[in-house]
C-alpha cells in the first residue's frame, strides 16, 4: 500500500497536492503543524473541514519551540509580531524589490526544511513506500527559496541518506503557476471555497468558509489567479 502524506497548510497549493493525492496513493493522511503564527487557528480549522468533509485520516503537531524562533525574527506571521504588509494591486506582485520585501518579512526560520524533516520522519516509521508531498509553485519561488526544485531535489537527497524507508519528497505542481493550480482545483471540482490563502482571516461564514482580508500577497495572487484563467471566485474577501 502506497501512502501520501501531504503537508496541509490548508491553502491552493497543499489542497491541490491533497487533490493529486487522492488519485495516485491508496492512503492520504493531512498532516499540519501550528507554531504560534497568525493562522495557527486557521490552519487547524481547514485541516479538519477536509478531513471531515473527504473522510481522511489528519495529523496536527505543535512545535512550540518554532513559535519561539518566528518571535526572534521578528516575522509578521508571529501572533506577537506586527501587521502582515498589504499589496495594493496586482502589479505590485510583479515588483521583485516588494515581493524580496514582503517576503523576508513573513519569513518563518528554516520552516520547510523542519517540515519535511518531521514529515520524512513520520513516514520513516511506516513499513511503507510514502510520498511526501509538498506544495512548492514556480510563482513564488523566485522570491521564497524553499519553493524552488532545487531545494527539492537536496531535500530528497538528504531523506535517501537520513531514512530507511522508501521515500521521496514530491512538488506536484513545482513548474506551476497560482493560475495553472487554481485551473487544477476547478477541474477537480475541488472544495476551493474551503482553503485558505490568507495571512490573516478575518472571519468566518457560519458554512464554515474563511473571510480572506484581501489585501495581503498571498490574497492577492489567489484573486490574480482566479482573475487570469476568467473562473468565478467563490472565496470570501473583506476587502
Known amino acids: 500500500m502506497s501512502i501520501a502524506i501531504v503537508l496541509f497548510s490548508g491553502g491552493l497549493d497543499s489542497t491541490?497536492?491533497?487533490?493529486?493525492?487522492?488519485?495516485?496513493?491508496?492512503?492520504?493522511?493531512?498532516?499540519?503543524?501550528?507554531?504560534?503564527?497568525?493562522?495557527?487557528?486557521?490552519?487547524?480549522?481547514?485541516?479538519?473541514?477536509?478531513?471531515?468533509?473527504?473522510?481522511?485520516?489528519?495529523?496536527?503537531?505543535?512545535?512550540?519551540?518554532?513559535?519561539?524562533?518566528?518571535?526572534?525574527s521578528g516575522s509578521t506571521l508571529s501572533q506577537s509580531g506586527n501587521e502582515v504588509p498589504e499589496i495594493n494591486n496586482f502589479e505590485q506582485l510583479d515588483s521583485e524589490e516588494l515581493t524580496k520585501q514582503t517576503a523576508k518579512s513573513v519569513w518563518v526560520p528554516g520552516r520547510n526544511i523542519l517540515f519535511i524533516s518531521i514529515a520524512a520522519s513520520y513516514a520513516d516509521s511506516l513499513d511503507t513506500t510514502v510520498g511526501i508531498l509538498f506544495g512548492a509553485n514556480e510563482e513564488e519561488a523566485s522570491t521564497f527559496s524553499d519553493n524552488t526544485t532545487e531545494f527539492v531535489e537536496r531535500m530528497n537527497d538528504s531523506i535517501e541518506l537520513g531514512c530507511?524507508?522508501?521515500?521521496?519528497?514530491?512538488?506536484?505542481?513545482?513548474?506551476?503557476?497560482?493560475?495553472?493550480?487554481?485551473?487544477?482545483?476547478?477541474?477537480?471540482?475541488?472544495?476551493?471555497?474551503?482553503?485558505?490563502?490568507?495571512?490573516?482571516?478575518?472571519?468566518?461564514?457560519?458554512?464554515?468558509?474563511?473571510?480572506?482580508?484581501?489585501?495581503?500577497?498571498?490574497?492577492?495572487?489567489?484573486?490574480?489567479?482566479?482573475?487570469?484563467?476568467?473562473?468565478?471566485?467563490?472565496?470570501?474577501?473583506?476587502?
Open 164 to 239: 530507511m524507508n522508501d521515500i521521496e519528497v514530491i512538488a506536484p505542481f513545482h513548474e506551476k503557476q497560482k493560475s495553472e493550480i487554481v485551473e487544477f482545483l476547478k477541474e477537480k471540482d475541488a472544495l476551493i471555497e474551503f482553503s485558505s490563502s490568507c495571512y490573516q482571516v478575518k472571519d468566518w461564514t457560519k458554512e464554515g468558509h474563511p473571510i480572506h482580508c484581501g489585501i495581503c500577497e498571498s490574497c492577492q495572487r489567489r484573486k490574480r489567479a482566479f482573475q487570469i484563467i476568467e473562473k468565478e471566485d467563490t472565496t470570501r474577501y473583506q476587502v
Open 16 to 72: 491541490a497536492c491533497l487533490y493529486w493525492a487522492l488519485e495516485k496513493y491508496d492512503r492520504t493522511i493531512l498532516l499540519s503543524f501550528l507554531y504560534g503564527s497568525k493562522e495557527d487557528y486557521t490552519i487547524s480549522k481547514i485541516n479538519s473541514k477536509f478531513s471531515s468533509l473527504l473522510n481522511l485520516e489528519s495529523k496536527i503537531i505543535e512545535l512550540p519551540f518554532l513559535d519561539e524562533f518566528t518571535k526572534n
